[in-house]
């Protein structure tokens, strides 16, 4: 079973590669042709600067809306334009070559990231194309409104947008289209092989908890399930109710790590999203936990380990209401975990809690089998003290047990001691009183 278990872990894992390689050929595909959009963009403008100097001097007082229109339409430009520098650099930047010994979980951050990026590319590519229509359009208006009353027909000698122009450009929208429809089943993949290793880890932290001689050596496979299945998950740490309500951190996916510091920040400062979870019996999430101005004296704690987006799931038993403590994941990115990390950790923790509490009942009944065992055993040896009095002195089982109580009361002793002694011994001290 566990060597099948394990060639199943495996073959998710070259699955979830597999995906991620796929996301990174788009990714590189959709930098490629935000490159070819903005090189478009470029000659579309440098034609139309070449209209507006030539139309703009010559423009009668009755067109100064349309002149004040160019001017507004410039203003959007120039912002746009940043926007784009800024947003070049950044994907740039997220378009790094994947190491090959990284672990899954980091690809799928940067290939998130490399989407992210690409998506607010093609927004502000889309916002300088519509700007740039409204350009044109503006800039008809004033060679009409300057004489040429063959403006809107004869748009090639103005130097604006030919029909060539626009049926190049709607098969750049084509070729974004089939991008994206290449994206959604990239993604599809990815989430099918994430699921998949989300199964297999539940699978193998039901049979870690079945197996395990304690709980506490079990829920290590339960942290490191989070770090594996959910994709912004850089730590992952459980924190327990202890009796007398005492929160304790029993297991940790990177044992002395930062996960394990800020769950000891929290109690020093007892708040944060651990506790918050655990007393509101809520899901509780921070984009960044050092900004988060709920908990005030964790932030400067925070500061010092490199989380900032945390989630904290509670694990309940739902059979007896009781919280038994949270599952918490830590991303080293502020707003590093999102909508579907948190599904995946309460699935995780969901789970979690019906077999932890299955646990927690298998050893209550294990205590019950060892107490009832020794007042059995407890029993007869009591029985047999009392019969040795009964038939050396003729008493009664009520005059038997009396004299062993004496004994008792007088040596200091427990009860049961005496009578294991007179039982093994046959030694008559309990007999003189």
């Not at 298998?362 to 089998?369: D, F, T």
């Amino acid at each position: 079973m566990r060597e099948a278990d394990g060639e199943d872990n495996q073959q998710g894992m070259v699955g979830q590669s597999r995906a991620a390689d796929e996301r990174d050929r788009i990714a590189g595909e959709r930098d490629a042709l935000a490159e070819e959009r903005d090189a478009l963009a470029r000659e579309r403008e440098q034609a139309a600067d070449d209209v507006e100097a030539a139309l703009a001097p010559l423009a009668p007082s009755s067109a100064q809306a349309i002149l004040d229109a160019l001017a507004a339409n410039s203003r959007a430009r120039a912002t746009n334009d940043g926007n784009q520098r800024t947003q070049a650099d950044r994907s740039r930047a997220a378009a790094a070559p994947p190491a090959a010994d990284w672990e899954l979980d980091k690809r799928e951050f940067v290939a998130d990231d490399r989407q992210h990026q690409a998506n607010r590319r093609d927004f502000l590519a889309d916002e300088r194309e519509r700007l740039a229509d409204l350009r044109e359009e503006i800039l008809r208006d004033l060679a009409v409104a300057v004489g040429l009353d063959a403006a809107r027909r004869g748009a090639p000698a103005l130097g604006l947008s030919t029909d060539g122009d626009r049926a190049e450009r709607s098969r750049a929208r084509t070729a974004r289209d089939d991008a994206g429809h290449a994206r959604e089943l990239a993604d599809h993949d990815s989430a099918a092989t994430r699921r998949s290793t989300l199964a297999a880890d539940l699978v193998a932290v039901a049979q870690a908890l079945v197996h395990a001689d304690t709980i506490d050596g079990a829920l290590d496979e339960v942290v490191q399930a989070a770090t594996r299945t959910i994709g912004g998950c850089n730590d992952a740490t459980f924190s327990m109710v202890a009796p007398g309500d005492e929160i304790v951190t029993p297991a940790a996916a990177h044992p002395a790590g930062p996960g394990l510091k800020l769950a000891l920040a929290q109690y020093q400062a007892a708040e944060g999203p651990c506790l918050d979870a655990i007393r509101a019996e809520a899901v509780i999430a921070t984009p960044d936990v050092t900004a988060d101005p709920r908990w005030p004296g964790l932030r400067a704690l925070a500061i010092d380990t490199p989380c900032r987006a945390v989630l904290s799931v509670p694990v309940v038993d739902e059979r007896h209401h009781v919280v038994l403590g949270a599952l918490c994941c830590y991303s080293y990115a502020a707003e590093g975990l999102d909508d579907s990390d948190a599904e995946c950790a309460v699935l995780l923790a969901a789970h979690l809690g019906a077999v932890m509490a299955l646990a927690l009942d298998a050893a209550a009944a294990g205590r019950r089998v060892v107490e009832l065992g020794h007042a059995v055993q407890t029993r007869d040896v009591i029985g047999q003290a009392k019969g040795i009095l009964m038939e050396r002195q003729h008493l009664t089982a009520e005059q038997a047990f009396d004299v062993l109580r004496r004994a008792s009361q007088r040596l200091n002793r427990k009860l049961v001691d005496i009578a294991d002694e007179l039982a093994s011994t046959g030694a008559l001290t309990v007999e003189q009183d």
